[in-house]
């Protein structure tokens, strides 16, 4: 069956990128080629890590935003907010004063994410009991659930089927609205996002029909416009009308922090943040190398969702004034005594999500017979390659070069070294491989180019 495509929200900005291969080496999935001399993203394999973008010298990779002006299609206008939002301002500026700003801004109301954090937890910890194979890994972090969908299927059903806090709250603030007498058609739920994976979360659920959000918010957008706007007033935290919510429970602020899970679960847990610290330690996992682990809180992001691409403030600035929020509000509830409908609301099925499934981008061929003949194949090639990893041919490495040919996607003469035996045994012209390289680089990328970055006269 034909895999199908989702949405990535990680685009490639052509008239920016010249090929650095910056993000060709970064990319933790080898989701990355080079062709005519621009980067080009596999739909299929990307799980919007953002790493690439992260690196990218000339910001040719930017992520993709809704239409801020969408949110006036709604008369509820709802904008859903992580913690790591508020983490983003000085400790003087409060969350009232933020949020009355984001009304002003044009949203009717203002929503913490992690408010349903503690009815979650809840919900983990009686699946984590119920479960017997261990680790239960957590399904908060949308690159990680992908990443474990492409590259380690087999682990696949240790996912907890459990949604996360942006999908629960928006589910809960609808039917809030609803309940009170709104049209259904009239409420819109945006959710500010700090990182890639959760706006492609939010435009091609993973484990769900059709995502509970109706748009995504990039925060480094939306700060910016809040925090320009509580610079010009006099009075920082001015309160404008509308509804206030009650405070976050310390351990829902650091929700979203690293160990924020981990923290709350029973038995031996870790929390690993990073996706390359993750990759490796699943790799590891897979082969049987851990036994007495209850469950794994993965995050992609160093410091979690503090690290976001989208994140404008540094990650360790953001994680310090979380902490320093949690610690002054010690002694609130994790639930609320007027939020406590949180908890019955999230009854049934409205917290579970629908099964995972694998799409594994190490399967050469849907059938398992055709897919190990490919296998030799591959490994045949490897024979002819040399090993270096040098990205010339446009792959990040031999490996995936070799794929790549049995694939139908590329051809072995793209190696360089390949090419030299090619011509030394008069299998190729000059002329031929000099057109094999600027199918992979571009025209003209061997000319003498002075502007070039790093070159005589770079203006950067």
């Not at 006099?234 to 309160?239: D, P, V």
């Not at 990073?274 to 049987?288: A, P």
Request: proline share 4%; hydrophobic share 40%; aromatic share 6%.
């Amino acid at each position: 069956m034909a895999d199908v495509r989702i949405y990535h929200a990680l685009k490639v900005n052509e008239d920016l990128c010249y090929g650095c291969t910056h993000c060709l080496n970064a990319c933790p999935v080898e989701a990355i080629r080079i062709r005519n001399g621009k980067a080009l993203i596999l739909d299929n394999w990307c799980v919007d890590c953002g790493e690439c973008m992260r690196v990218c010298p000339v910001d040719a990779i930017f992520v993709e935003q809704d239409d801020f002006e969408r949110i006036f299609r709604f008369k509820c206008r709802v904008a859903l907010v992580p913690s790591v939002l508020i983490g983003q301002f000085p400790s003087e500026v409060t969350e009232a004063g933020i949020f009355s700003v984001m009304r002003e801004l044009g949203f009717t109301h203002v929503f913490q994410t992690e408010h349903t954090a503690g009815s979650i937890i809840k919900s983990m910890l009686e699946a984590a009991r119920d479960t017997e194979d261990k680790p239960v890994i957590s399904s908060f972090c949308p690159a990680i659930v992908r990443l474990i969908q492409i590259k380690f299927p087999a682990l696949l059903h240790q996912v907890m089927r459990i949604k996360p806090p942006i999908d629960v709250s928006a589910l809960y603030f609808r039917k809030r609205l609803e309940d009170e007498g709104h049209n259904p058609d009239d409420i819109g739920i945006f959710y500010v996002t700090p990182c890639a994976a959760k706006i492609a979360a939010v435009k091609s659920p993973v484990g769900e029909k059709r995502s509970s959000l109706d748009g995504v918010i990039n925060m480094d957008f939306i700060y910016n416009r809040i925090y320009r706007l509580i610079k010009n007033r006099k009075n920082r935290n001015s309160i404008s009308p509308g509804e206030m919510l009650p405070l976050l429970s310390p351990r829902s602020i650091k929700y979203s922090l690293t160990g924020g899970e981990a923290n709350a679960m029973e038995g031996r847990c870790l929390a690993i943040d990073g996706i390359h610290n993750v990759i490796e330690f699943l790799e590891k996992l897979e082969n049987d190398e851990f036994s007495d682990l209850d469950f794994l809180e993965l995050r992609a992001c160093d410091q979690s969702c503090a690290g976001g691409v989208l994140v404008g403030g540094n990650r360790f600035l953001t994680t310090e004034r979380l902490n320093k929020r949690a610690h002054r509000f010690q002694g609130v509830a994790d639930i609320p005594g007027d939020i406590k409908a949180y908890s019955g609301f999230l009854g049934g099925n409205s917290i579970a999500r629908d099964e995972l499934k694998p799409r594994s981008m190490l399967a050469l061929d849907p059938d398992v017979g055709e897919a190990l003949r490919k296998i030799q194949q591959v490994r045949h090639l490897m024979c002819f390659l040399p090993g270096i990893d040098c990205g010339a041919c446009g792959a990040p490495n031999c490996q995936s070069l070799a794929q790549d040919v049995v694939r139908g996607t590329a051809q072995l003469s793209a190696c360089v070294f390949i090419q030299r035996m090619m011509e030394k045994h008069r299998k190729l012209s000059g002329d031929h491989a000099l057109r094999i390289i600027e199918k992979i680089w571009g025209e003209n990328r061997l000319d003498k180019n002075c502007n070039k970055k790093g070159a005589e006269n770079d203006s950067q």
